[in-house]
């Protein structure tokens, strides 16, 4: 699908995850098995965790957002915008931002394993994010509010579709601040 077919909205995000993309491939390049797996101190993450969890969540996020969308398109919510959204769930989006302005402890089932190989978790990645702009060329059309989402990290929350493809866009964005963070710390390995 031409992004320029797409409403505004699937296009700005379809422009971050292409961003998010670039700004991993300038990350990760001529980085070492060391230096991936480096982590910066007690308890914190190295590039290689920030990536596999990213990887990990799009293993559970992507199923249900493409199953959500052919379920819209099925039951025809469609809709072209303008779209409206609720005020909790662009708070929760809006936390998800890095810097982050309330950390949160990852669920268990989210921690990435430490000691992950370069050569795995890096196309794994890149895999993810072109599925994933595939998923926001499919919900052209699709009505991105009445259309709910159930967030995997708890069943206390359902966002909408639209907000569900900002949360997954702004928590990536969020692990790739991370892990640049970790490549600019001053003990970095070179």
Same mark, same amino acid.
């Not at 300038?26 to 060391?34: D, H, M, V």
């Given at each position: ?8 909205? $699937? ?8 961003? !998010? ?5 300038? $990350? ?23 990536? @596999? ?11 249900? !957002?493409?199953?959500? !969308?052919?379920?819209?398109? @099925? ?6 915008? #303008? ?16 810097? #982050?302005?309330?950390?949160? &402890? ?6 990435? #394993?430490?000691?992950? *190989? $370069? ?5 794994? +990645? ?5 599925? +994933? !702009? ?13 259309? &709910?989402?159930?967030? *995997?990290?708890?069943?206390?929350? %359902? ?23 970790? %490549? ?7």
């Amino acid at each position: 699908m031409s992004q320029n077919s797409l409403i505004p909205e $699937l296009q700005e995000y379809r422009r971050q995850i292409e961003t !998010i993309k670039q700004e991993a491939e300038s $990350l990760l390049n001529g980085l070492t098995e060391p230096q991936f797996n480096w982590r910066p101190g007690q308890g914190r993450w190295s590039i290689a965790e920030c990536f @596999e969890h990213l990887n990990m969540t799009a293993r559970l996020y992507l199923p249900i !957002i493409h199953n959500t !969308i052919n379920e819209a398109r @099925e039951r025809g919510m469609m809709s072209r915008g #303008p779209f409206k959204y609720g005020l909790l769930g662009n708070w929760f989006v809006r936390t998800i931002e890095p810097p #982050p302005k309330l950390k949160f &402890k990852a669920l268990r089932r989210f921690i990435p #394993p430490h000691d992950r *190989p $370069l050569l795995e978790v890096w196309p794994g +990645f890149m895999v993810f994010q072109d599925r +994933f !702009i595939e998923l926001i060329d499919r919900a052209n059309g699709v009505d991105l509010v009445r259309v &709910k989402i159930q967030i *995997p990290a708890t069943k206390l929350i %359902k966002l909408s579709l639209g907000q569900g493809i900002g949360f997954v866009t702004a928590h990536e964005r969020r692990h790739v601040w991370q892990a640049t963070l970790v %490549k600019n710390d001053p003990n970095f390995p070179t």
